[in-house]
């Protein structure tokens, strides 16, 4: 078992979330290609660390906290795609999720004579699948583009941790990205942090497609 070391100096983060400011979008987009909404298939949010695995489970910034391991989600796409979806709905964007579609793997088999079908082991929804069997799923689809969030976790001053949001609009037929948003932060409180980091990247994009549907925009 690995020890996760979490030395974080209350008085820097007390400092740190008195002057910490809302996270701000960074929207790249591909020179050739025209920002546009269109139906899109929807990975859910994968997490990298850069120092400990454990670092991506929620459950690790609550060990010291007293919270109730079991009302955590497994993952910080839990916290992440519901936010980052409704904003992407908002701005335009027709959804299909891959973690809801299932596969079905079986063979048939003879048993004394009798027939019956034996479900296969391995990958149950298209999420669970490698890029490439996604890319053909899609093209099945007739769906264009492929949405690919990604959150990593870095090494922050103060012994802290940052969070990178990095949501990716990759076209189908080239593979090659329409656009890329990021938005990052120090990670205080995990369930608040990705849910900012959601709306941050969310918000970049709206601002981009309809930016009368951005949330709390100054009037």
Not at 141 to 152: E, G, R
Not at 157 to 164: F, G, T, V
Request: a negative charge; proline letters at 7%; aromatic letters at 6%.
């Amino acid at each position: 078992m690995r020890i996760v070391h979490r030395m974080w100096p209350l008085s820097a983060i007390l400092w740190a979330a008195c002057v910490q400011n809302p996270p701000h979008a960074t929207l790249v987009v591909d020179r050739d290609r025209q920002l546009t909404s269109h139906a899109v298939l929807v990975l859910p949010t994968t997490c990298t660390s850069l120092s400990y695995p454990e670092l991506c489970l929620p459950a690790t910034y609550a060990a010291n906290s007293g919270a109730v391991h079991a009302a955590l989600p497994a993952s910080f796409a839990e916290y992440v795609d519901p936010a980052l979806r409704l904003k992407l709905e908002f701005a335009g964007f027709t959804l299909a999720e891959a973690g809801a579609m299932r596969i079905t793997t079986a063979d048939r088999v003879d048993v004394n004579g009798k027939s019956r079908r034996v479900e296969g082991e391995g990958p149950q929804t298209v999420a669970e699948l490698g890029f490439e069997d996604v890319q053909t799923i899609a093209m099945s689809l007739k769906l264009p583009s492929v949405l690919v969030p990604n959150l990593t976790i870095r090494p922050a001053a103060h012994a802290m941790q940052e969070a990178i949001l990095n949501v990716v609009l990759v076209e189908v037929s080239t593979r090659w990205p329409r656009w890329t948003a990021t938005c990052s932060e120090i990670v205080f409180s995990p369930e608040e942090t990705m849910n900012r980091l959601a709306n941050c990247v969310g918000n970049g994009v709206l601002a981009a497609l309809a930016p009368e549907n951005v949330i709390g925009k100054e009037l």
